[in-house]
């Protein structure tokens, strides 16, 4: 993940929240930002292709079978 240059120059950060839904195969669906750091769209954008980029997940399970599970994952944007 590449922090955007327009937020690094203004000094923008925060936390992006970005859910998404693994299949029972694995597979990611229905990523969608559930919160976004509203001065910066570009870090949005960012946190959305850096979870479309991550490999297959392992599914949740429920009675030993694999089954759809949302997750909830934290992006921060922090300038050190």
């Known amino acids: 993940m590449v922090y955007p240059?327009?937020?690094?120059?203004?000094?923008?950060?925060?936390?992006?929240?970005?859910?998404?839904?693994?299949?029972?195969?694995?597979?990611?669906?229905?990523?969608?930002?559930?919160?976004?750091?509203?001065a910066c769209p570009e870090c949005d954008i960012e946190a959305l292709q850096a979870v479309k980029k991550m490999p297959n997940f392992k599914p949740g399970v429920k009675n030993g079978k694999p089954v759809r599970t949302r997750y909830n994952l934290p992006i921060n944007f922090r300038i050190k």
Do not use: H, M, R
């Open 5 to 38: 240059k327009s937020a690094k120059e203004k000094g923008i950060g925060g936390t992006c929240i970005i859910s998404f839904i693994v299949n029972a195969d694995g597979t990611k669906s229905e990523i969608l930002i559930v919160k976004s750091i509203a």
